[in-house]
């Protein structure tokens, strides 16, 4: 079973290290059992591909997967970089950004 998350698809998140540091993208897959997201372009690398019936080959850039402790949500009001909480509003349960509170869903 994989681990819980408290980035999600879609989110906003900067890279905090590696080649990517400091870029921002969006959250387009999230792989539990490997505690790995794939972010819209970071990571790219470049993929060789042989011709196929149901293609042609040639170089193809792919987003490969980074782990999930180098990456950070980006607050919505300073776009820097912070860490998730979560506010309880009644009986309802949202996450919030930790440095300025301001909400994430």
């Known amino acids: ?9 879609g989110d906003q998140v900067i890279v905090l ?3 990517d540091k400091g870029k921002t993208g969006e ?16 990571n ?9 019936a149901t293609g042609p080959g040639g170089q193809e850039k792919v987003e490969l997967p980074i782990h999930v402790s ?9 776009k820097k970089a912070s860490r998730v909480g979560y506010k309880i509003e009644g009986d309802k349960k949202t996450r919030v950004a930790r440095k300025s509170g301001e909400k994430l869903d």
């Open 1 to 9: 079973m994989g681990a819980k998350f408290k980035i999600k698809k």
């Open 17 to 19: 290290t590696g080649k």
């Open 27 to 42: 959250v387009k897959k999230i792989l539990t059992t490997d505690r790995k997201v794939i972010v819209q372009g970071i």
């Open 44 to 52: 790219v690398q470049t993929k060789n591909r042989k011709p196929s």
């Open 70 to 78: 180098n990456v950070a949500i980006v607050d919505p009001k300073t």
